[in-house]
Each structure stands twice: as C-alpha cells, then as structure tokens.
T-cell receptor
Framework: QQQVKQSPQSLIVQKGGISIINCAYE??????FPWYQQFPGKGPALLIA?????SEKKEGRFTISFNKSAKQFSLHIMDSQPGDSATYFC?????????????FGAGTRLFVKA | GAVVSQHPSRVICKSGTSVKIECRSL??????MFWYRQFPKQSLMLMAT?????????EQGVEKDKFLINHASLTLSTLTVTSAHPEDSSFYIC???????????FGQGTRLTVV
C-alpha cells in the first residue's frame, strides 16, 4: 500500500518529442505528488509537484496530469531536449501524526536523442 | 532559496572506520531532515527521519546503532556510518523540510566508498 509504481523503466525520445512517464499509487492518504530530476552523481532536484485537488499543473515544458479516481499521475515533458536526459522519480508524500513521509517510484531513465 | 548542502560529496574510508556526513539547510530552518540511501540505478530508500532535538525514527531494516543520526540544530543533521564495511558503500542523500511545509529539498549527495 506504501508503494508508488513508476513506468517505464527507461525511455528514449527524439529531440522535440514528448516524454511521458507514469506513476500509480494505492494509499489515499498521499496528498502531495512531486516529480524529481536527478543527474548522475547529484541529488534529486524538485521539478514540479501537484496536490490531489488539481487535475493538471503546467510549468514551462513540464506538465503533471493527475487522476485522483484512478490513483494515477503522469509527467509530460514537451519539446524534449538532450539536456533533459536524466533519471526522473515520481513520489508521493503524506503527513500524519507520526510525521511526514515521501515514497519514491523506481525511477525512469530518460535519454533524448539529438 | 531553500538550499541544502551536504558534505563531503565523496569519501573513501577503510573498512572498520567511521564516517560522518553533514547535511545543512543554508537559508531556512529545517525542523525535519531525512536520510536516504541510493544504490546504482535504483531509487531512493528512506533510512531515517530526524526531527530537531529528538531521536531519529529509523525505517524497518535500518540498523540504528550502525547509522547514527544527530539533528542537534535547526540547520544541521549528521549521519555517522560506524564501523563501515564495503557493503555500506553507497550514495547517501539528505533532504530537509520546513515545519508546516510539504516540500523537501535535497542535498547533492555523498558517495561513500569503503575499501
């Protein structure tokens, strides 16, 4: 119930194309869904995040689509660039009396071909 | 704003020695800090959560006597890997969050190699 399932494991996209990464969760207690970008040897950096009361959020070329009833959310990278090549992690967070917790997906390695 | 600095970025130590990793929030007070471990090409696995001034909460399977966490101030948490062995070699990452704020900010990670 604590898992966040992420797919695909790896993704190759042509420059200018759309990269789509999907995630699904089970625990309805999650109330914050961030996406992180990680380059080799670096810590994750927050890319964009959404709360379940919103179905879509767009920031520049990055869009999160959120389907609360299906318990799924996805990241769309428009006009993908070689510089977007990195590992992307979706995550789901909740805060409760026991504290705050973030569960990460397994990650998607994106390669954008020039 | 919201910068988290981790030090050192890389460390090599001999088997049996202890290593301390620092995590600092540079421009905000972090009431909660998290320590993660990441193996190559894998996801981040939460090791423990620490709140300033109290004992850390360890995830199941994480040896608290081996991975000592101290969160003595609102801007500093440390992770000490005691009696390190080669299997402890990994990428360790911290993150920090403000009170009443959901977003957590990550440090740049520490690559630990135990030889």
């Amino acid at each position: 119930q604590q898992q966040v399932k992420q797919s695909p494991q790896s993704l190759i996209v042509q420059k200018g194309g759309i990269s789509i990464i999907n995630c699904a969760y089970e625990n309805t207690a999650f109330d914050y869904f961030p996406w992180y970008q990680q380059f080799p040897g670096k810590g994750p950096a927050l890319l964009i995040a959404i709360r379940p009361d919103v179905s879509e959020k767009k920031e520049g070329r990055f869009t999160i689509s959120f389907n609360k009833s299906a318990k799924q959310f996805s990241l769309h990278i428009m006009d993908s660039q070689p510089g977007d090549s990195a590992t992307y992690f979706c995550a789901a967070s909740y805060g409760n009396t026991g504290g705050f917790k973030t569960i990460f997906g397994a990650g998607t390695r994106l390669f954008v071909k020039a | 704003g919201a910068v988290v600095s981790q030090h050192p970025s890389r460390v090599i130590c001999k088997s049996g020695t202890s290593v301390k990793i620092e995590c600092r929030s540079l421009d905000f007070q972090a009431t909660t800090m998290f320590w993660y471990r990441q193996f190559p090409k894998q996801s981040l696995m939460l090791m423990a959560t620490s709140n300033e001034g109290s004992k850390a909460t360890y995830e199941q399977g994480v040896e608290k006597d081996k991975f000592l966490i101290n969160h003595a101030s609102l801007t500093l948490s440390t992770l000490t890997v005691t009696s390190a062995h080669p299997e402890d070699s990994s990428f360790y990452i911290c993150s920090a969050k403000r009170q009443m704020n959901t977003e957590a900010f990550f440090g740049q990670g520490t690559r630990l190699t135990v030889v």
